[in-house]
């Protein structure tokens, strides 16, 4: 604590100054013992100690004054705080100038080690300022939507609409921050998104896709990792979320079906019984329509023979979904006692699938 008041410096003084104070008075006692001892008029002496005195006394005035100016500098100077010491008192001994130059030392050292710390700690600012930063910048995530099938995931799909929502609590009312679809190269770009919870949902597949029939949700974490437990989804790059969607598969196709167009031949004779043994032949024959007209390339035929009356059925193999035409003939015989058929059949086929991979035939016959 510096010292104040006048009795307080005065000490001070005095204290500082004892040794030369004590040489002083003991030169004077020396210098007064050798003249009582010589005997000499001690009137001389007399004069000549209090001619010292006062001397001494003038001087001791006068470096009292600038000791108490110089303490009163310091005293402002610590009133001021400063950081500087600009303003120390002039030196006027060579041991001040030491002191000073001390003083000095001291002061650039402890700035030196001040401006390390406000290094340190600015730097330490600046680390927990970016961390802050970071922590508080949005991440851009981006979605790129891949097909599965055949497990070819270098096939990308673009038109793929989605929405993005932010997950709110139960009956909360929520809106999608941003919808948008994939492109050409299947991916659609969600932009700077803070760290929390989201889902989205595909509101439109792409061609030939199967429609994603639930939410994918996923988690942005405070150091900008997703997470997602959706089956539909995988985070195989940082930033990056890929979905992912099943083709639409083809449906079976039908195997080709075989028919059975039958007939039955009834002979009769004008007088008495006819012969059984009469040998009879039937044609049919694929036509253009039920007009019969003639196909452009030759189609189907096939010949039945029968002996007598009796049945007898044509086979058509190999049919797939549409619509088909027959003509159905009694071929002219060679026998001049019989009359042959001259009626011709139209025989409509119509195959259709009515369910997945299976035909179903409806055989008709017009005359």
């Not at 009133?79 to 000073?100: A, K, Q």
């Not at 700035?111 to 600012?125: A, V």
Request: aromatic letters at 12%; proline letters at 4%; hydrophobic letters at 40%.
């Amino acid at each position: 604590m510096y010292k104040t008041g006048f009795w307080n410096l005065l000490k001070s003084y005095i204290k500082d100054h004892k040794k030369i104070i004590i040489f002083f008075i003991a030169a004077l006692l020396i210098f007064t013992m050798i003249i009582w001892l010589y005997s000499l008029p001690l009137a001389a002496v007399g004069y000549a100690s209090v001619l010292c005195f006062a001397v001494a006394l003038l001087f001791f005035i006068y470096d009292f004054y600038f000791y108490r100016k110089k303490n009163i500098e310091l005293i402002k100077m610590f009133d001021t705080v400063s950081e500087t010491i600009d303003g120390l008192p002039e030196n006027r001994t060579f041991t001040d100038g030491n002191y000073m130059e001390l003083l000095r030392l001291s002061h650039d050292s402890r700035l030196y080690e001040k401006n390390q710390m406000n290094s340190k700690f600015e730097q330490m600012i600046d680390y927990y300022t970016i961390w802050a930063h970071q922590i508080k910048t949005p991440i851009a995530a981006e979605i790129k939507l891949i097909k599965t099938d055949s497990a070819n995931m270098d096939n990308t799909l673009g038109g793929a609409y989605f929405e993005l929502y932010a997950a709110v609590s139960t009956g909360a009312e929520n809106h999608p921050i941003i919808t948008g679809a994939t492109n050409t190269d299947g991916m659609f770009l969600l932009g700077s998104l803070t760290a929390g919870d989201y889902f989205l949902k595909e509101i439109t597949a792409p061609d030939g896709y199967i429609l994603l029939d639930g939410a994918i949700p996923f988690t942005i974490k405070a150091d900008g990792t997703i997470t997602t437990d959706s089956v539909y989804a995988a985070i195989n790059h940082p930033g990056e979320i890929t979905v992912t969607n099943d083709i639409i598969p083809s449906p079976p196709t039908p195997e080709p079906i075989d028919i059975h167009v039958n007939g039955k031949k009834i002979i009769s004779a004008i007088m008495g019984d006819a012969p059984s043994d009469e040998r009879f032949v039937f044609t049919i024959t694929q036509v253009a329509d039920e007009n019969g007209t003639p196909l452009a390339e030759n189609g189907f035929t096939q010949t039945k023979n029968i002996t007598g009356s009796g049945n007898f059925s044509f086979n058509i193999t190999g049919l797939t979904a549409g619509t088909y035409w027959y003509k159905v003939i009694e071929n002219t015989g060679e026998n001049e006692n019989w009359q042959y058929s001259t009626d011709v059949y139209i025989v409509k086929v119509f195959v259709e699938e009515t369910t997945p991979g299976n035909l179903t035939p409806t055989v008709s016959i017009e005359k």
